[in-house]
């Protein structure tokens, strides 16, 4: 099967528009769980915008709290990678606490610092997402007018 390149996708006519991609999304479930050729479909998203959602403020304990979780998740994968090579039971056990607690008291200061080092500039935390105003269906032009008479049905399922 081969994909078709971005331009073409944009090309082919909407059979539906949705508000949200989870609506997109399970319009396209609907077609495949009614046995339609997926493969004919694309979802696009236009209008697209960044949205930063503000989770809280961040100060310089937080930030070394985050980077002790960090770095003992990081601590525990080295750890575990060591224990490859230990001889006992327990030597195991010793290098995945001692590679936990390594790892948190690293990167405790390393979240310290490089928030320290930041001078103020950026005190809180943040998710960033990229978000479309409108998601459409479209359809290869032999299949849309099927595609569309089946998502009616949907809607009127729904509606």
């Known amino acids: 099967m081969t994909q078709q390149p971005p331009s073409e996708a944009v090309d082919r006519p909407a059979v539906g528009s949705y508000p949200t991609y ?6 396209v479930d609907f077609l495949a769980d009614n046995k339609f050729p997926v493969e004919h479909i694309a979802i696009i998203g236009t209008d697209l915008r960044m949205v930063e959602t503000v989770l809280r403020r961040l100060t310089r304990g937080r930030a070394a709290l985050a980077g002790a979780g960090t770095g003992a998740w990081f601590g525990l994968l080295v750890g575990l990678l060591l224990t490859v090579f230990a001889a006992g039971t327990h030597s195991v056990i010793a290098l995945l606490v001692s590679g ?8 405790a200061i390393f979240g310290f610092v490089g ?3 930041t001078g103020g500039q950026r005190d809180f935390a943040s998710r960033s997402q990229i978000v479309a105003s409108r ?3 479209v359809a290869d032009a032999e299949v849309a007018e099927e595609a569309k008479n089946m998502l009616a049905r949907l809607a009127m399922r729904e509606g």
């Open 22 to 27: 989870a609506g997109a999304q399970r319009a």
């Open 135 to 137: 998601y459409d269906v």
């Open 100 to 107: 936990v607690v390594y790892g948190a008291i690293f990167g």
């Open 115 to 117: 928030h320290a080092m």
